[in-house]
């Protein structure tokens, strides 16, 4: 396989483009847990189903990220980011509409339909954009737009935009409209550039997946790397899908709960940004996944366990700087392993969210389903911060396989 050339202003311009459906969907998707104590009101959900609802994007992942990968494999980052951009903005605009549980988890799940695509399609499209040694920073810059969706959700949406727009449903409609719009903009740019047409193609015949299925199932720091990624997606959306009621149940009103849920992201963008090239310098990535457990683990506790709310704060940082860290680091090392590569780096990434995504789907259930049966969210942050060290111990099993 060719390897991509060095990298220009142009492929990072490409990636900074394209990077905006992942802020689309982050936003889009943390509207609804940005939202969920006036949701739960309005539609008279249990804590179990608040918790079903904030976790269906994740359990979608579950049965599709395989297929999804194959897809993005074979189709191409340029088309299939535009075809879930446009999926998960019209479901948006139908959550705006929903009354009932089962509409709001039916849209809810076909937002998570558009989201594999944009998972897997960006670390595509950096796999055929960048040499794998320097998949670092590209990779960065979407997690950093993602990351900044999410932020906003929590920041600017449930307290600014939202009332201004005149609520919860105003704003995911017109929130969805705009993904649309983008989503028909990106395609035209993807078509243009002819980006799906670069690269080595992926062999589009039954025998061809099924030979690429065995090929990403079997590699054995690739497995490692699916247990990591479930553990951080357990936490990662356990926390998010419930921090801003946690630190309201701890007392904090909710626009200082959602501004603090947004200094959670902020961190996670430091530990995104600095990690991985602290890591790719030293030469230390599985060192660096360990450290970063612990770093998830010690700040979980120290939500949950601050002697006052304002001290929570610090936890929010230290196990967003944490679980920061382990995000890019999932997403870069699959094409530097030998037999995956750019070619299967849609296959392999979604290898790991197929499996991953259990623990982001259980993440929120628990912490909801433990609420409702012992009255406190102890118990499921307790098994968060397991979780982050899991994620310390497989580190060092990674490294030893290395």
Known sequence: MNSPPAPTRRTFAIVGIAAFSYTCLMFIWFTLPAYLSPIIDELGLSSTEAGIVVGAVPLTYIPLAL??????????????????????????IGRSTVSDFWSLLGFTILIGVGATTITFGLPKLVSMLFPPDRTGAPS????????????????????????????????????????????IGWLGLALLLGLDNVGDPSDGSLQGMVDDLLTVLSHRELQVLVLIGTMYLLVGHGVQGWLPTVLEDRGISAAVAGV????????????????????????RRPTALSVCGIFVSVGVLTIMFAPTPGLSVVGVVIAGIGAGGISPLLRAMPPAFDGIGARLTGTAVGFIFAVGEIGGFLGPVLIGALHETTGSFLPGFGLLAIGGL?????????????
């Open 260 to 283: 603090t849920t947004s200094g959670f992201v902020v961190a996670l963008v430091v530990g995104i940004v600095t990690v991985p090239t602290i890591a790719d310098r030293l030469g």
């Open 140 to 183: 960065a810059i979407y997690l950093v737009a993602a990351n900044t969706g999410s932020a906003t959700a929590f920041a600017l949406g449930r307290p600014l935009i939202g009332p201004l727009l005149g609520g919860w449903r105003p704003l995911f409609f017109w929130s969805g409209l705009l993904a649309v719009v983008y989503a």
């Open 67 to 92: 297929l999804s990968g194959l897809f993005v494999d074979r189709v191409g980052p340029g088309r299939s980011l535009a075809i879930g951009v446009l999926l998960f903005g019209l479901a948006q």
């Open 390 to 402: 899991v994620v310390a111990v497989l580190g060092v099993v990674l490294r030893r396989m290395a």
